[in-house]
């Protein structure tokens, strides 16, 4: 667990829309930062600001490589429990990538989860530049991810699956993007609510993408317990095999949380227009079909 906090510790100085403080000879960074990290709070000398959406701010639809502002990230729901992120950078990163779904595109990154085959695969592209599985060799080697790619930072958060042989330590990540001074989780196949000590690595998440099967992963009264604790802005809902899932998972997730269908499979989120309340959104999965680059 050192190992993993002091991952999380090296962007600390970057927490926070607009830092107000760095450490003395932190370089500049090509992203903007975020307030992900929740451990961050105690570090002495460094303070943070966020900024607090305004009324009647919107989310945009968006369209699969239009150019993005500095300010934007693109979440396409290709279906199951993968998600295209665009960044304005031009980084595509798809997550439980199964080799599937998206057509004529090679990601910059993907990330994996094992517990089922439709959350890998064994044979990736090659031409992928990275490919981030979210399992390690054993308990005592987890998978520990944290790369600086352009406008992105990617680290993951190791929790334990069910298995054949019992519980299996560390054999599953929750992804975390940090973008556009936005913290986005894709929580993988989450098998158990997460302890306090990863609660505090995933940090404060500003979108978060949940399997809401009931059952395959954690059963819907566990499962919404962790988006009540998360209290992200968006929850995109996945792993939802078909409507009557779907629909349960809306109908037992507290009043306090709003619920909107778009009717698309894309949305573009930003700091400044996320919704002041915590709000479901429930995106179409949507395939992605394009020429090659």
């Not at 960074?29 to 990290?37: K, M, Q």
């Not at 009647?56 to 699969?64: I, M, N, S």
């Not at 993907?110 to 530049?129: C, E, F, G, R, Y």
């Not at 998972?249 to 002041?276: C, K, N, Q, Y």
Request: proline share 8%.
């Amino acid at each position: 667990m050192m190992i993993r906090l002091m991952s999380c510790i090296r962007t600390l100085v970057f927490t926070g829309l607009g830092a107000l403080a760095l450490a003395p000879g932190a370089r500049a960074e090509p992203w903007t930062p975020s307030h992900c990290v929740a451990l961050a709070q105690g570090v002495p000398g460094v303070s943070f600001a966020r900024l607090v959406p305004g009324e009647g701010a919107r989310l945009r639809d968006a369209a699969f490589a239009d150019p993005l502002t500095p300010d934007r990230v693109r979440l396409h729901f290709l279906g199951h429990a993968s998600f295209l992120i665009e960044t304005e950078a031009g980084l595509r990163i798809v997550t439980d990538y199964t080799g599937h779904a998206l057509s004529g595109v090679v990601p910059d990154v993907v990330t994996m989860n094992k517990a089922h085959s439709s959350h890998n695969t064994l044979s990736p592209d090659p031409a992928i530049p990275h490919v981030l599985r979210g399992w390690g060799e054993g308990p005592d080697l987890p998978a520990d991810h944290y790369l600086e790619l352009e406008d992105t930072i990617i680290r993951n958060v190791t929790t334990d699956i069910r298995s054949y042989a019992g519980r299996e330590r560390d054999a599953n990540s929750i992804f975390v993007f940090e973008v556009a001074g936005l913290c986005i989780g894709h929580l993988g196949h989450l098998h158990h609510e997460p302890s306090a000590a990863q609660y505090a690595l995933m940090g404060r998440l500003d979108v978060v993408m949940a399997p809401v099967d009931g059952g395959y992963t954690m059963d819907l009264a566990s499962m919404i317990r962790v988006l009540e604790r998360v209290r992200a802005r968006i929850v995109l809902p996945m792993h939802w095999f078909g409507p009557g899932n779907l629909e349960r998972f809306l109908a037992g997730m507290p009043d306090d949380f709003a619920v909107r269908r778009p009717g698309t499979g894309e949305l573009e989120v930003s700091l400044a227009t996320l919704p002041r309340e915590p709000t479901v959104i429930v995106l179409e999965p949507q395939p992605v079909f394009a020429a090659p680059d």
